[in-house]
Nanobody
Framework: QVQLVETGGGWVQPGGSLRLSCAAS????????MAWFRQAPGKERLFVAA???????????EYERSVKGRFTISRDNAENTLYLQMNHLNPEDTAVYYC???????????????????WGRGTQVTVSS
């Protein structure tokens, strides 16, 4: 059973940065497809970024259009940890951020929540002045 625990959320002023971490256990982390989603108050949960294992320690990253160039998804296989570096934050980035994982390698649409089998409980990110 895969378990995911997010940390690193908090309050930051517009233009600031935060780094989220997602500690994974119980799975095959280095070959799992991992992702970040977020949910703002009163809105549906939306895709942010995904990190998919390809082969031979190669990975593919995909981003939602509004965060591309500001956010970077990465992982440390030695620490079984997924990261989301968030720069140039703005109030529209305020949300609960969730880490997700799947061990499937086929028929996985990275931006769809239904593609993922395991979820963390989330960490709150608030961007305001």
């Amino acid at each position: 059973q895969v378990q995911l625990v997010e940390t690193g959320g908090g309050w930051v002023q517009p233009g600031g940065s935060l780094r989220l971490s997602c500690a994974a256990s119980g799975g095959t982390f280095n070959t799992d497809t991992m992702a970040w989603f977020r949910q703002a108050p009163g809105k549906e949960r939306l895709f942010v970024a995904a990190h998919k294992w390809i082969e031979r320690k190669s990975y593919y990253a995909e981003y939602e259009r509004s965060v591309k160039g500001r956010f970077t998804i990465s992982r440390d296989n030695a620490e079984n940890t997924l990261y989301l570096q968030m720069n140039h934050l703005n109030p529209e980035d305020t949300a609960v951020y969730y880490c997700a994982a799947t061990q499937r390698h086929t028929d996985v649409r990275l931006s769809l929540g239904d593609s993922y089998d395991y979820w963390g409980r989330g960490t709150q990110v608030t961007v305001s002045s």
